[in-house]
């Protein structure tokens, strides 16, 4: 024993138990390496999947959301049968996803195909969404895109139709005398369309007077009358009460959709710089016909 | 004992509690990824916490605060409060929302619905919703907010249940739908602004859809479980024990 442990000695006992100690150790943590490492296929299954199937995991955290889908309960909620159906289904779908890939699927089933499509999509995208825009990022964003950050503009307009321009012309100047409009209507045998009434957003009066119409009347300012418009129905008159034109909404009142626009942007930036990359990398070759 | 054998022994010993503690590291990592979120035992909650504040602070405190209160200017809601927009909040939902985010760029994202922009031509780009006026905004944001007059608030209450569509998404009585991801209009706590009248009038004039990313991929089974334990407690310092169904 002292021998053993007389360093300044030679000793083969030594020796070959410190090989043997060393070879072992080094055995135990490959192995350990090896059957714990994620991603390795081994006959363990992770404590982060529920199966693995062909060395494809099934995760648990979709098990879990499976159950609560279907079930609404939590995993030690679920009865015994409950887990065995979700997870035969999981397995099953594991199975054929395979099959599928092996079959290549996707070469020929165009449903499968779209999916394939947008599941690449997605996942370009995904990455830059855990990024937060900068405040810079968005004032930045917020001032190139300024029109898109307006109020929405309002009017309150009235349409009156004639059946002739002289009819039309009367009222007009008796309006502009500042008549009241209820004798001057009644005077002049003019009729109220309906068309607009009470406050509009300007898409909506656009819609209903029509596109002509709508840029006379956006012309025009509170306690304007529009000059007499010929249409096909008789002679219209627009009378304005009230035209708000839209403004620039201040960046705060704007930051929440900048932030979602300025993510849309982002990722369909990353969608064509990727796009760029993998049409290059592809050996493309097209039809003598079609170059 | 020589003083060589002391010190071999000294280290043999030292590497036995070292590898002791990273098995029972591994051990409680292990148990904590494959334990019912809803009724995590107190050893593997307490486990959790600190590795979820890591976690939190490196990836969500960007948007969400870095003592999670949010951030409503951005529509990012508190999660320190219990008013949940998705699930009941047990550690599970909350899980599952780390996992997939919220109208993330993945199929499994919760995307279930989206606050219409009704100032304009096409509020909903899925559904048939029809625009307001500027009128009935106002109408029914009195009715929202118990203002204006008893007639405007009558004719808000009938835009809310009728020919808005609200009462679809947000129930009739107002107080949302955490099945689909749509607040409650009736308590005092916002997503997007402080509540005032001209909060309320941007939301719905100009609708609303916001996004938390998806994390699964970034985070390993772990840090997910680990933070969602950790976002939980947020609301419900007084746990552990958590089955709260």
């Excluded at chain 1, 070959?16 to 090896?34: E, H, N, P, Q």
């Excluded at chain 1, 594991?94 to 499968?112: K, M, S, T, Y």
């Excluded at chain 1, 068309?195 to 509009?200: G, L, S, V």
């Amino acid at each position: 024993m002292s021998d053993f442990l007389a360093f300044r000695s030679a000793n083969t006992a030594r020796s070959f138990t410190l090989l043997g100690l060393g070879a072992v150790l080094g055995l135990g943590i490959a192995g350990y390496a090896l059957f714990t490492a994620p991603g390795t296929s081994t006959l363990i299954v992770a404590p982060e999947d529920v199966a693995s199937v062909n060395q494809r995991p099934v995760s648990r955290i979709d098990f879990d959301a499976q159950l609560r889908t279907l079930y609404d309960v939590s995993p030690t909620e679920a009865t015994p049968e409950q887990r065995k159906h979700v997870l035969e289904a999981m397995i099953r779908e594991e199975i054929f996803v395979q099959r599928g890939i092996e079959l290549d699927a996707a070469g020929a089933d165009p449903a499968a195909r779209a999916a394939l499509v947008s599941a690449v999509e997605q996942q370009i995208v995904a990455e830059s969404q855990t990024k937060q825009p900068t405040p810079a990022d968005l004032e930045a964003f917020y001032r190139q895109n300024q029109a898109k950050y307006m109020s929405e503009g309002t009017m309150i307009v009235r349409d009156l139709v004639a059946a002739t321009p002289d009819q039309a012309a009367g009222a007009l100047q008796a309006l502009r005398a500042k008549a009241p409009l209820d004798t001057t209507m009644a005077k002049f045998g003019l009729k109220d369309t309906g068309r607009t009434k009470d406050e509009e957003y300007y898409f909506a009066a656009r819609i209903h007077l029509g596109d002509a119409d709508f840029a006379v009347a956006q012309k025009l300012a509170a306690g304007d009358i529009s000059e007499p418009l010929v249409r096909p129905d008789g002679v219209h008159l627009l009378v304005m009460s009230r035209n708000a034109p839209p403004v620039a909404l201040a960046f705060a009142v704007a930051q929440e959709r900048v932030v979602t626009d300025w993510r849309q942007a982002n990722g369909a930036r990353l969608l064509k710089g990727d796009e760029t990359f993998l049409r290059k990398r592809a050996n493309v070759l097209i039809a003598e016909d079609l170059r | 004992m020589k003083p060589r054998t002391a010190a071999l022994l000294g280290l043999a010993a030292l590497l036995a509690g070292a590898g002791a503690w990273m098995w029972h590291g591994r051990d409680l990592d292990r148990r904590m990824v494959m334990a019912d979120p809803d009724v995590l035992p107190a050893d593997l909650f307490a486990h959790a916490v600190p590795l979820g504040r890591e976690t939190f602070a490196a990836h969500c405190a960007s948007c969400h605060g870095a003592d999670g209160k949010g951030d409503s200017a951005r529509g990012v809601p508190s999660l320190v409060d219990i008013d949940r927009l998705y699930g009941a909040g047990t550690v599970g939902d909350i899980e599952q929302i780390i996992a997939h985010g919220i109208r993330a760029a993945n199929g499994k994202s919760r995307a279930f619905a989206i606050m219409p922009a009704y100032a304009t031509a096409r509020p909903s780009p899925t559904e048939a919703i029809p625009p307001l006026t500027p009128g009935d905004i106002s109408d029914v944001i009195d009715y929202l907010l118990k203002t204006g007059n008893p007639e405007s608030a009558r004719r808000g209450a009938t835009i809310f249940g009728d020919r808005g569509g609200c009462f679809d998404c947000h129930g009739a009585d107002a107080k949302g739908d955490p099945a689909v991801g749509v607040p409650d209009l009736t308590d005092a706590i916002w997503l997007s602004g402080d509540g005032s009248r001209d909060a309320l009038y941007n939301t719905i004039a100009r609708g609303s859809a916001g996004m938390c990313p998806a994390w699964l991929g970034t985070l390993d089974a772990r840090a997910l479980r680990a933070t969602a334990v950790y976002v939980h407690s947020l609301s419900h310092p007084a746990t552990p024990p958590l089955p709260s169904r």
